[in-house]
């Protein structure tokens, strides 16, 4: 396993890390059980993964409870880094809708206090804004508290987690560019590459040791691992219901395109997508989406430093630009 230094905080993390939400959540196809959840974190941690990534809102507090009985006795041999901002105390949520957020200096310092609770700890690494919406970016009353939290010493960072069509390109840029963040997490993979190009420049002009991106969807929902193709029927409750099939179709498409460029280097798909992203400086860490031992020692082997050189990357680039010469979907 590889290591990186988490924007300006001096904290070594994993390249790859663990995205918790399939432990406390049955949103991508598989309820995992307490104990299997206990089981693939530890085994994480013996691979050398050591940063953790959770939310309170995943099973109301359940995957940060799990990684308090994973890693007791464990904490400085740890990295948490956990999100906050939606009221998973006064109101419930139904099926995948959005829940009500309070992006508020009061809820700040009452959610912190009950994630260090779940979490059996009194500091946490990192703490972000969980999908925030312009009107919470812009609060500045709300980044000075999460400025003073940091010289408490109850959080060592924080950092903005954007979701796509909730919090997004302009929510991103103002944060980057105006906010004393250290992270930044967005989706971002070799086929979906955009609006992570954006953040990888602004970042750069900022002073790329300041801000470290987080990636999380690099599979694609799971087309860039050969999980999903034309031909997969997701349940009802799968997040991944979101992907129309015209999408996925062409997806496999281009990933034929791709593979001439795997195969140079002796790769399947899944290690160029994953290689690719891991070429790129402003990239402190990737969150592949696990349900398995398995599937975690898959990527865990990918971080060995052998990645793509910059003229495969800006190849790849170009291919996405020009969309690899396919037309357009509409939206």
Not at 71 to 85: H, L, Q
Not at 145 to 155: Q, T
Request: aromatic share 10%.
């Amino acid at each position: 396993m590889k290591y990186r230094i988490l924007g300006n905080t001096g904290i070594q993390v994993s390249e790859i890390g663990f995205g918790t939400w399939t432990l406390g959540l049955d949103w991508w196809g598989k309820k995992l059980e307490e104990d299997e959840a206990i089981k693939m974190l530890k085994h994480a941690y013996d691979l050398g993964i050591n940063f953790y990534e959770t939310a309170d809102m995943y099973g109301k507090g359940k995957s940060e409870k799990l990684l308090a009985k994973a890693f007791k006795d464990m904490r400085n041999e740890v990295i948490y880094s956990t999100k906050w901002g939606y009221d998973i105390y006064d109101a419930n949520q139904i099926g995948h809708g959005e829940i009500p957020q309070k992006h508020t200096p009061e809820f700040l310092d009452y959610a912190l206090s009950e994630s260090m609770k779940r979490l059996e700890t009194n500091f946490i690494d990192v703490y972000s804004l969980h999908n925030p919406k312009m009107n919470a970016i812009l609060n500045n009353a709300l980044f000075d508290r999460l400025d003073e939290l940091v010289e408490a010493g109850r959080i060592k960072s924080h950092g903005v987690a954007l979701g796509p069509a909730i919090g997004w390109e302009k929510e991103g840029m103002y944060a980057i560019e105006n906010r004393n963040i250290v992270c930044l997490q967005t989706v971002y993979n070799i086929l979906e590459q955009d609006p992570g190009r954006v953040f990888f420049d602004a970042v750069d002009k900022r002073n790329n040791s300041e801000v470290g991106i987080m990636v999380r969807v690099p599979d694609a929902s799971g087309v860039l691992t050969g999980k999903v193709n034309e031909h997969t029927v997701f349940d009802k409750n799968d997040h991944r219901n979101n992907r129309k099939k015209e999408w996925i179709i062409q997806a496999m498409q281009k990933i034929e395109k791709l593979k001439p460029i795997a195969n140079s280097h002796g790769w399947d798909i899944t290690e160029l997508a994953m290689k690719y992203i891991l070429s790129q400086k402003q990239i402190s860490v990737l969150l592949p989406t696990v349900t398995s031992v398995e599937e975690i020692d898959l990527f865990a082997q990918i971080s060995d430093g052998n990645y793509l050189n910059k003229d495969e990357r800006l190849q790849i680039e170009k291919m996405y630009v020009n969309n690899f010469d396919m037309p357009k979907l509409l939206a």
